[in-house]
């Protein structure tokens, strides 16, 4: 098992910055890849970053520039750090890890969510 807990969120204005953390705990020595998903009202869950156990990030287009994803393995946390923030953005945000089960059978978890707010 895998316990995260975001901290972070809050309310913005437009072109301004937040920056969310995520800290495992239990089985952490099982993560593989780690990332934030955002999820708006209506809308369905989405990736927003993603890296991997060796540092290689991904970002959708609609972050590329604008969103910094970082973890430090020997504190078992990630982070996300989110600049020139748009309306667009608000959502709740959550943290993702992707825990190895066995040799070859990966689980999901996720924390509880924390909401970014971005006013224009």
């Known amino acids: 098992q895998v316990q995260l807990v975001e901290s972070g969120g809050g309310l913005v204005q437009a072109g301004g910055s937040l920056s969310l953390s995520c800290a495992a705990s239990?089985?952490?020595?099982?993560?593989?890849?780690m990332g934030w998903y955002r999820q708006a009202p209506g809308k369905q869950r989405e990736l927003v970053a993603i890296?991997?156990?060796?540092?290689?990030?991904n970002y959708p287009d609609s972050v590329k520039g604008r969103f910094t994803i970082s973890r430090d393995n020997a504190k078992n946390t990630e982070s996300l750090q989110m600049s020139n923030l748009k309306p667009e953005d608000t959502a709740v945000y959550y943290c993702?890890?992707?825990?190895?089960?066995?040799?070859?059978?990966?689980?999901?978890?996720w924390g509880q969510g924390t909401q970014v707010t971005v006013s224009s």
């Open positions: 239990g089985s952490v020595s099982n993560i593989d890849a």
């Open positions: 890296i991997t156990s060796g540092g290689s990030t």
């Open positions: 993702y890890a992707n825990v190895r089960r066995g040799t070859s059978t990966y689980v999901p978890y």
